[in-house]
């Protein structure tokens, strides 16, 4: 039974989605005014992982993530620039794409504000009808905050002097903390016309009609990092439920935690900030999953390379368990029965499957979901590769790839890589020189070989019925940048 912390109700509670088998999921995406820093990777990475395992307990997830590609820093840093605002959005739209990719994060739908202005307007129209908004002087709209008698709920900001909005436009609006739908044209900035005069959609709007445009009137999950759920997921729950008369517009609120420097929040606001595609490049999108996957989603992630360095380590063993796991289920025929200390093993690694999938199921607990990893590999490591029993090589390797599933770093089996003809006999010639040398009990020698191979990339693994080699994948070298 999969649990999740509702952050509407403060809760774990239950997961169970409005269709049978079907999961509506909606994540805030970025608004394309300048790189990619590390925090975004947390949180679209962490979100990766709740539907990969929505996915894996068997439910069909549709997952929308926006573009926020017109917003007054986009305008802000095309004057600074020199160029087209929608230029500067193109720019780190590709760049986002591109690293999504890397990310290995699969979105099915990724819906801009620019492309849906009329859906946008239509949604205004139906809140100021029904009395939610008005229309102010200025030829702004704004959500009339008394209209909606549970707001606040989601953040927990019950005061209503804690909601005050100041901004320049609060002489207009009829509460201080009523909220822009649409924000009438300044000179010289890009507009659409609209009933109310020229302007473009206010920042919240956004998200309540795209998600339900493709998702319908209720979505299951709704995420984001923590520092959206006030103002911008409380305003979208106010003008979504408000449209539609109905409540929950969301069944399950998720959020996010921070990424943290030194205890700071990286943000470009601080100046703290690391680019992803300098993580990326030094780092490589696997090691940045197993980091992100260390540590609870809910909870803040400190960076530290020490512990981008421990990820390494371990994506180096997961990776090495692997590709000897897939060597030997190759070359050995697969064994249908087990003694009695076999089937001790094959119990164990059942374990590890049932540990894995009970922290995940716990709102996604992977910190307890990557110590059932670390068990997986002991036990592939000290019990399986030294048995002669290949089935339990395949039991290991069948876990180990649906743990996978969910991590995402492992490559493709046909993607492990092949050495030609002539260097396989090759390193077969210096394998069994070696394993001469062990028989002769001359340890030094046999060593300085398995070092020696190591250093250009062939890895060799001592089992039961003789070693084992494959070529292994290059990892990054981290470098060191300023950030």
């Known amino acids: 039974m999969l649990r999740i912390y509702n952050t509407l109700t403060k809760e774990l509670e239950e997961f169970k989605p409005s269709e049978v088998g079907v999961v509506k ?20 990475v962490s979100f990766d992982f709740m539907r990969r395992y929505l996915m894996l307990n068997g439910y069909n997830v549709f997952y929308v993530q926006n573009i926020t590609d017109i917003d007054d820093k986009i305008i802000k840093r095309a004057k600074e620039l020199g160029v087209e ?4 959005a193109k720019i780190y739209i590709d760049e986002y794409l591109s690293l999504l990719r890397e990310l290995r994060i699969e979105v099915d739908i990724h819906p801009k504000v620019t492309e849906h202005i009329e859906d946008i307007i239509e949604f205004i129209k139906v809140l100021i009808d029904r009395g939610h908004a008005y229309v102010a002087p200025s030829g702004s709209v704004y959500f009339d905050i008394t209209s909606y008698r549970d707001y606040g709920r989601l953040s927990g900001r019950v005061n209503t002097e804690e909601w005050r909005q100041e901004d320049e436009f609060l002489s207009e609006k009829k509460n201080p903390f009523d909220f822009a739908l649409w924000k009438a044209a300044k000179p010289g900035e890009p507009f659409w016309y609209s009933p109310w005069g020229p302007g473009r959609p206010g920042w919240h709007i956004e998200c309540s009609v795209m998600s339900s445009k493709y998702l319908g009137d209720t979505l299951d999950i709704h995420g984001g990092g923590q520092d959206l759920i006030f103002p911008h997921h409380e305003n979208e729950r106010a003008q979504s439920e408000s449209y539609f008369g109905k409540s929950p517009w969301v069944r399950y609120w998720v959020h996010v935690g921070p990424l943290t420097i030194v205890g700071e929040k990286m943000s470009k606001s601080l100046g703290n900030i690391i680019r992803l595609t300098d993580a990326v490049k030094a780092w490589g999108p696997e090691v940045l999953r197993l980091w992100i996957f260390s540590a609870h989603y809910r909870k803040p992630l400190d960076y530290k390379e020490e512990a981008l360095e421990q990820a390494r380590t371990v994506f180096k063993k997961v990776l090495n368990t692997h590709h000897v796991l897939v060597k030997m289920v190759k070359e050995r025929p697969i064994e249908h029965k087990l003694d009695e200390k076999e089937l001790k093993t094959w119990i164990s690694i059942s374990r590890t499957w049932r540990e894995f999938v009970e922290s995940l199921d716990n709102d996604l607990n992977s910190p307890r979901a990557l110590a059932a990893l670390h068990k997986l590999l002991s036990i592939a490591n000290a019990e399986v590769m030294t048995s002669d029993n290949n089935s339990l090589a395949f039991k290991a390797l069948s876990t180990l790839e649906n743990m996978d599933r969910i ?14 003809d002539e260097l396989e006999e ?12 062990r028989a002769k009990r001359m340890f030094e020698e046999s060593d300085w070989i398995r070092s020696e191979l190591g250093k250009l990339g062939i890895r060799l693994a001592d089992t039961k019925d003789g070693t084992l080699w494959f070529i292994e994948k290059r990892l990054r070298s981290p470098e060191r940048w300023r950030s």
């Open 25 to 44: 999921a909606y994540f805030c995406g970025p608004t394309p005014y300048d790189h990619l820093h590390l925090g975004h990777a947390r949180a679209f």
């Open 407 to 420: 991590m995402g770093v492992l490559p493709p089996r046909e993607g492990i890589i092949q050495a030609s």
């Open 426 to 437: 090759l390193i077969k010639l210096v394998v069994e020189v070696r394993s001469r040398l």
């Open 85 to 88: 605002w929608h230029e500067v």
